[in-house]
Structures are given as structure tokens and as C-alpha cells.
């Protein structure tokens, strides 16, 4: 299995930046995957943006232009650097992992929150 530690959240003001970080380990040989997700009380876990291993990611429209998602898989390490974030950023941001072995289940991390003041 895969193993998820995310870090970087914290307080902050409308306007600012902020950059969450996950690390992963365990068996990391391939993963195909790696993201961020996020929920607030009462809804769903949400997309927030992805890396591929071949290189392609994907933002939620919320996002785009203001969220550049990057990985270092040697390092085994994905990084959500966010922008002009805004009070409706504000929710738990979740690391997320799929490995390619389908004998290896996803995996999340333990979640960091992310407030913004505004």
C-alpha cells in the first residue's frame, strides 16, 4: 500500500498563496495518479487537480489559473501550489494516490486544512 502525509495548510487571508505537500511511501514503485481533493461540512470530496505519470494534469474549472499542481516522483512528492486564493477555497485539501498495480488500492492522506480569512 501507499501511505500519504500531506503538509502546508494552515491560516490565511484572501488574496495570499499557499503550497500543501505530500509526501508518499510504501510501495511507490508506480503511481499513476497523484492529487488533491477537497471537502467542506455537509458536501463531497471534490476534485482540485491531478498529475499523471506521463506528465498530464487536470484543475477543477474553480481553480484553473490560479493552482499548479507538480510531482517529483523521485522524491515521491506532489506539491498544490494555489494563488489568489479565495474564502471558498476554505475546506480540507486530501493528498491522493492511485498506483498502477491494481492489487494496490487507492490511497489518501489524513487531510490538511486550508482556511482563508477574508
Known amino acids: 500500500q501507499v501511505q500519504l502525509v500531506e503538509s502546508g495548510g494552515g491560516l490565511v487571508q484572501a488574496g495570499d498563496s499557499l503550497r500543501l505537500s505530500c509526501v508518499a511511501s510504501g510501495d511507490t514503485t508506480c503511481i499513476s495518479i497523484m492529487g488533491w481533493y477537497r471537502q467542506t461540512p455537509g458536501k463531497a470530496r471534490e476534485l482540485v487537480a491531478m498529475?499523471?505519470?506521463?506528465?498530464?494534469?487536470n484543475y477543477a474549472n474553480s481553480v484553473k489559473g490560479r493552482a499548479t499542481i507538480s510531482r517529483d516522483d523521485a522524491r515521491n512528492t506532489v506539491h498544490l501550489q494555489m494563488r489568489s486564493l479565495k474564502p471558498e477555497d476554505t475546506a480540507v485539501y486530501y493528498c491522493?494516490?492511485?498506483?498502477?498495480?491494481?492489487?494496490?488500492?487507492?490511497?489518501w492522506g489524513q487531510g490538511t486544512q486550508v482556511t482563508v480569512s477574508s
Open positions: 491522493y494516490a492511485r498506483p498502477c498495480w491494481s492489487h494496490l488500492q487507492d490511497s
Open positions: 498529475a499523471t505519470n506521463g506528465g498530464s494534469t
